[in-house]
């Protein structure tokens, strides 16, 4: 496997070193492009795509369906937008209930509470499934996905 299949197709399989790799390569890759202001950005939106070439692969290597990554793609965001409800609920309703400034402080202070709580959940996610994928064993053998990755596959 070449690095252009390794990044642009999310076809075959790849075993956990050529996984790593990759993700290295594409952490590096979005640091340096986020150094760049505004075309850096709009750049890093191809490491996206990437990335979920690599972790398909990776994925129909284990013998599962590429589409499992869908999981923390969309648990994540999710939990970061009810990170910002938990905030700014209690804050909101707090000074619709005509409180003091004892009352509105504590809501808000209760509200980044929860949202801690939700970042962290997310985080929790994202990287437990980032694990879970990258030290799980190879399916051994062929599977419907092709043949068992070599160990040294990137060339």
Same mark, same amino acid.
């Not at 790593?20 to 191809?46: K, Y």
């Not at 996206?48 to 499992?68: P, Q």
């Not at 994202?126 to 694990?131: E, K, M, Q, R, V």
């Given at each position: 496997?070449?690095?252009?299949?390794?990044?642009?197709?999310?076809?075959? !399989?790849? %075993? !956990?070193?050529?996984?790593?790799?990759?993700?290295? *390569?594409?952490?590096? *890759?979005?640091? *340096?492009?986020?150094?760049?202001? /505004?075309?850096?950005?709009?750049?890093?939106?191809?490491?996206? #795509?990437?990335? &979920?070439?690599?972790?398909?692969? !990776?994925?129909?290597?284990?013998?599962?369906?590429?589409?499992?990554?869908?999981?923390?793609? &969309?648990?994540?965001?999710?939990?970061?937008?009810?990170?910002?409800?938990?905030? @700014?609920?209690?804050? +909101?309703? @707090?000074? &619709? =209930?005509?409180?003091? $400034?004892?009352?509105?402080?504590? @809501? +808000? /202070?209760?509200?980044?509470? %929860?949202?801690?709580?939700?970042?962290?959940?997310?985080?929790?996610?994202?990287?437990?499934?980032?694990?879970?994928?990258?030290?799980?064993?190879?399916?051994?053998? $062929?599977? !419907? #996905?092709?043949? $068992?990755?070599?160990?040294? =596959?990137?060339?």
């Amino acid at each position: 496997m070449d690095w252009k299949t390794l990044f642009f197709s999310p076809d075959g !399989r790849i %075993g !956990r070193q050529s996984f790593w790799i990759g993700w290295l *390569v594409l952490l590096g *890759v979005n640091v *340096v492009l986020g150094w760049i202001p /505004l075309i850096g950005w709009a750049l890093s939106l191809v490491t996206i #795509y990437c990335n &979920v070439c690599i972790t398909a692969k !990776r994925l129909h290597d284990m013998g599962k369906s590429g589409f499992l990554q869908i999981i923390p793609l &969309v648990a994540c965001p999710t939990l970061i937008v009810g990170a910002i409800v938990a905030v @700014a609920g209690p804050a +909101i309703m @707090a000074g &619709v =209930a005509d409180a003091n $400034e004892a009352q509105v402080t504590a @809501a +808000i /202070l209760a509200g980044v509470g %929860g949202m801690m709580l939700f970042f962290l959940a997310a985080f929790a996610i994202g990287l437990g499934f980032l694990i879970w994928i990258g030290v799980s064993n190879t399916q051994p053998g $062929e599977n !419907r #996905y092709g043949p $068992e990755p070599t160990l040294n =596959a990137i060339a």
